[in-house]
């Protein structure tokens, strides 16, 4: 299965005002050309505005479709540039709601780790300009996926994103998401993929122990 990037896209943080209060944020990427250093838990250029909920080895990377951004601007009822969700790689040709958790993907000279799927937070509402856009956003099913770095390199739009590894548990990223977003009474199904990340075992555990708590986007 190989599907191929359409933009790689990355950001600085920044400053914004937002529902009567200033915050940083790194959401508004801009698409880069050439080759793009992939190494630690960023790519060359980008950096996380909050480290305690954003980025980090599980969410190193952050990929979104473009036929899932044509379903959107169906929705919306305009277009969407690459980068518009925060994502770092735009793709096609792969269908990233139905990835399963840890599969692999050899992209340019570097290889990734789906973790699992972005929940959104209050950013992605301020990038739309719309307040209620996060409860869209994870009603609509389509989150995109993190993943984590397992070989350094480098990569550029154009490039191949190959599937060449899936996992038999067959935990898909969409499914995460249903059962955070859905039915919370199956989070012991999310524990059978050894490879997701770190924070959704604590939560799906913590709901086991009969917790409440919520991941940050």
Not at 10 to 30: H, Q
Not at 148 to 174: K, M, N, S
Request: net charge negative; hydrophobic share 40%; with cysteine.
């Amino acid at each position: 299965m190989a599907g191929s990037l359409v933009s790689v896209n990355v950001a600085m943080p920044r400053e914004i005002e937002w529902l009567g209060r200033r915050a940083t944020t790194s959401i508004w990427k801009e698409p880069v050309s050439g080759r793009v250093r992939v190494a630690g838990s960023n790519l060359a250029g980008d950096e996380q505005a909050d480290r305690r909920f954003h980025g980090g080895p599980d969410k190193a990377v952050y990929a979104y479709a473009r036929e899932d951004y044509e379903w959107w601007a169906e929705e919306l009822r305009r277009p969407l540039p690459a980068g518009t969700f925060g994502e770092n790689l735009t793709l096609t040709g792969i269908d990233l709601t139905a990835a399963v958790v840890g599969e692999r993907w050899a992209v340019g000279s570097t290889l990734l780790e789906i973790s699992g799927p972005r929940t959104p937070c209050w950013k992605i509402g301020a990038r739309m300009a719309d307040a209620e856009f996060p409860v869209y956003f994870a009603a609509a099913g389509r989150p995109g996926a993190y993943l984590r770095i397992l070989t350094e390199g480098e990569l550029e739009a154009g490039d191949a994103v190959e599937v060449v590894q899936r996992r038999g548990h067959r935990l898909t990223v969409g499914e995460v998401a249903r059962v955070y977003h859905g039915d919370r009474s199956r989070a012991a199904e999310l524990l059978r993929a050894p490879e997701l990340g770190e924070e959704w075992r604590a939560w799906a555990e913590e709901r086991l122990a009969g917790a409440h708590s919520l991941l940050p986007g």
